[in-house]
């Protein structure tokens, strides 16, 4: 059985929002008149703007977008977000969610393909992956400008499928991406969701899935998607995943349930 991961907000924290971003912000802002803030908008936008068109694999081509923002705002350096990624992989800025490393080594003893499927772009993902010194646990690494699709892209789900034939349980927490994505995709879909509530939390793995409570969850975290206009055609009830955990070391008793 075929595993996939997300990565930010399941198995790791990325150094953008802390460290790449502010950098990237404070260093276009200067002679601008604008401020960090605003600069970050602009950023934002063009990624919005880029996924408005369909433009879903260019929408995390960091470089290309933070390139063309400084161009249009008169900024002359350049800059190499793939460079400030490494420069920020320090303790303060990354870190893997608790139960992550020794869940993945369970996992992987068990003898589960264990495959990353991020919309980060390898450049990317892969050096805070070696500095969390987790790389070495997966198998292989699906992104966006190696597969020409990006969640909840259909065919960022077959690319690992058509590679590791059979069952897929796909792990995530974005409910558009992960959720909706991998139930498109045919695949068991599995939320990480820290802040599940104890009223859902304190049931059995088998049941929480089924809580009255989850719709309005998955419902919130559609409304928290920044980009859920891009999708008319999605429903809550095509997002709900068929397992909930709230922990990631949770999630080999729920394969004992797939
Ligand atoms: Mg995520």
């Keep these: ?31 601008t008149g604008l401020s960090q803030k605003e600069v970050m908008g602009e950023i934002i936008g063009e990624a919005k703007s880029r996924m408005g068109q369909g433009r879903i694999v260019d929408a995390y081509d960091w470089d290309d977008i933070i ?3 400084g161009q249009k705002l008169g ?17 303060e800025h990354i870190y893997t969610y608790p139960e992550v490393p020794e869940t993945l080594k369970t996992l992987r003893q068990a003898g589960y393909p264990l495959v990353v499927l991020t919309n980060g772009f390898r450049k ?4 805070v992956l070696r500095a969390l010194g987790v790389a070495d646990l997966f198998d292989a690494i699906y992104t966006p400008e190696m597969t020409g699709a990006a969640k909840p892209e259909r065919d960022m789900y077959l690319a690992p499928q ?15 991406h992960d959720l909706w994505g991998a139930n498109q995709a045919g695949a068991i879909s599995v939320w990480v ?5 104890d009223l859902v939390a304190s049931l059995p793995l088998s049941r929480r899935a089924g809580h009255e409570l989850m719709e309005e969850l998955i419902t919130q975290g559609i409304a928290r998607d920044l980009n859920a206009a891009a999708y008319p055609q999605l429903t809550t009830v095509d ?13 080999p008793a729920v394969l004992d349930l797939v």
């Design 1 to 31: 059985m075929l595993l996939t991961f997300d990565l930010d907000g399941v198995v790791m924290k990325n150094p953008f929002s802390t460290g790449v971003f502010p950098e990237v912000t404070g260093r276009i802002r200067e002679g």
């Design 67 to 69: 390139a063309l923002v």
């Design 75 to 91: 900024f002359s350096g350049s800059i190499d977000v793939a460079e400030l990624v490494r420069k920020y992989c320090t303790p």
């Design 124 to 127: 990317y993902q892969l050096p």
């Design 162 to 176: 058509r590679r590791y034939p059979g069952p897929h349980v796909h792990v995530g927490d974005t409910v558009i």
């Design 193 to 197: 969701y820290h802040d599940l509530p």
């Design 239 to 251: 997002s709900m995943p068929d397992f909930v955990i709230k922990s990631f070391g949770e999630l």
